[in-house]
């Protein structure tokens, strides 16, 4: 297998000057043993992150073969880093288990999705981070080292950005196997945004999209059922696949090169799909939908309470700046965790998605939002596109400095360094 030659939202290549591919643990620690001194190095999961986490100026690593899961006695499942999450939830379905969250679409590795603070929505349970009970690693002289539940260094590991080293095997929490019923409620606008609050609250399970020039709002929301499923899998899938591949990849190729039409279809995509909606699924299947059409992504993690005026604020600016935009805003949520480098550190969050199929408009856009939400503490997503500075990052993650401090202590060569990471910490 060679290494990926581009990122999902084909933003980003990759050209390492060297890759690898190790066949077991073993074989990793050996690589680095015997990796030249000053040789960097990066880890590439599924190359699903638009930020640049991912890209190695020197060894890039694949972790395929690392992909075994192995069920323990206690709830918990042993994974390995490469195992992708939708091995995880085909394994864990099969022996009656299930993550308690997951995002919207499961082609990521464990460790890569892990390692960047990935989430879903829900205020009842935290990212897929939090789920981490301990995990492996190799450092960056080789040695295979392990961080129990209960090591001082695992709060800054878990959502670790790829630089402790190169994680090889997770463990992780999980629940009995659930089914959800989903519901999808289009509400006006203004009604959707006051009624959010409580509806956060209320259901396990929530979010909401809004397509901007439009003046209705969908939300999603899941409540556990013992109902049977009512769509066969496979249907689902292919309706979405194929709406996502065909219908909506045309409308976007539309508005990228008449992006004054962008308001019209989205008044066009709302009329037609934002419609009311139940289903009864498991909950891996009901919480995740099939790929999107490819298109950009800037996400901040703001304060709970901060919700309803970071969203007035965000259709204000597209409105009054006569910004097109061609895809959904999302708002998803989030509990408080107590990882050092997640978005949703220390405080309850809602993570608000700002999305745009390629357009003349897509700069001018994430500068905006950029400014917008990081004006109210919004945190970046490590996985999205990313403009950051080091003072930046100290001043919206309040352990940042500390995770620095851990991250110089476990990698004292800067091994695992690269663009993004010296973005994000300043120099090694
Ligand atoms: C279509 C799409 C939908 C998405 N949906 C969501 C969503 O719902 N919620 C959300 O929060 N995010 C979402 N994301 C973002 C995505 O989950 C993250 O970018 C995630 O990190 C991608 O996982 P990956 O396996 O592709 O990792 P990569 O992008 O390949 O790598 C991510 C980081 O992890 C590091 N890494 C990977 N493996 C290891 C390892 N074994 N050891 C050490 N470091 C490692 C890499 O070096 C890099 O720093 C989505 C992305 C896409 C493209």
Redesign the pocket.
């Given at each position: 297998m060679n290494p990926p030659a581009r990122n999902?939202?084909r933003t980003l290549s990759f050209a390492p000057r060297r890759w690898a591919r190790p066949g077991d643990e073993a074989e990793l620690c050996a690589l680095l043993a015997a990796a030249p001194a000053g040789e960097p190095l990066?880890?590439?999961?599924?190359?699903?992150?638009w930020s640049d986490?991912?890209v190695s100026e020197g060894l890039l690593v694949g972790?395929d073969q690392l992909n075994q899961i192995e069920l323990l006695p206690d709830g918990l499942v042993k994974v390995g880093?490469?195992a992708r999450l939708f091995e995880l939830n085909a394994a864990l379905d099969a022996a009656g288990r299930a993550l308690p969250i997951l995002?919207?679409?499961t082609a990521?590795?464990v460790?890569?999705?892990v390692?960047?603070?990935?989430?879903?929505s829900s205020l009842r349970h935290g990212n897929l981070a939090s789920l981490v009970h301990g995990l492996k690693l190799v450092d960056h002289a080789g040695r295979l080292r392990e961080l129990g539940q209960d090591d001082p260094d695992l709060p800054a590991a878990r959502v670790?950005?790829?630089a402790f080293g190169?994680?090889t095997e997770l463990t992780l929490k999980t629940v009995p196997a659930f089914r959800l019923q989903e519901v999808l409620l289009p509400l006006r606008w203004e009604e959707a945004i006051e009624r959010l609050p409580s509806l956060v609250e209320d259901f396990e399970y929530v979010k909401l999209w809004w397509m901007p020039h439009t003046d209705e709002a969908l939300v999603f929301h899941y409540t556990r059922t013992d109902a049977a499923p009512t769509v066969p899998a496979l249907s689902r899938n292919v309706d979405e696949k194929l709406i996502n591949g065909v219908v909506f990849t045309a409308l976007l190729a539309v508005s990228r090169f008449l992006p004054a039409m962008a308001p019209l279809l989205n008044r066009l995509v709302q009329a037609v799909y934002f419609r009311p909606q139940s289903r009864v699924a498991p909950s891996f299947e009901a919480l995740t939908a099939a790929?999107?059409p490819i298109h950009h992504e800037v996400e901040h993690s703001i304060p709970l309470v901060d919700t309803v005026p970071a969203l007035r604020e965000l259709r204000g600016m597209i409105e009054r700046e006569g910004i097109r935009v061609n895809f959904p805003v999302e708002a998803r949520f989030g509990p408080a965790d107590d990882a050092w480098m997640s978005p949703s550190f220390g405080r309850a969050s809602c993570h608000l998605g700002t999305y745009i199929g390629e357009s003349p408009d897509y700069k001018r856009y994430f500068a905006g939002c950029t400014e917008r939400l990081r004006a109210l503490g919004g945190r970046p997503?490590w996985?999205?596109e990313l403009h950051i500075d080091p003072d930046t990052v100290r001043r919206l993650y309040p352990r940042a400095a500390e995770f620095g401090d851990r991250v110089r202590t476990w990698d004292p060569t800067g091994r695992f360094s690269n663009p993004?990471l010296r973005r994000i910490l300043g120099p090694p």
């Open positions: 999902w939202a990066r880890v590439v999961g599924s190359a699903h992150s986490a991912a972790l880093a490469g995002g919207t679409v990521q590795t460790a890569g999705a390692s960047t603070g990935t989430h879903g670790g950005l790829g190169v994680l790929m999107p997503h996985g999205k993004f």
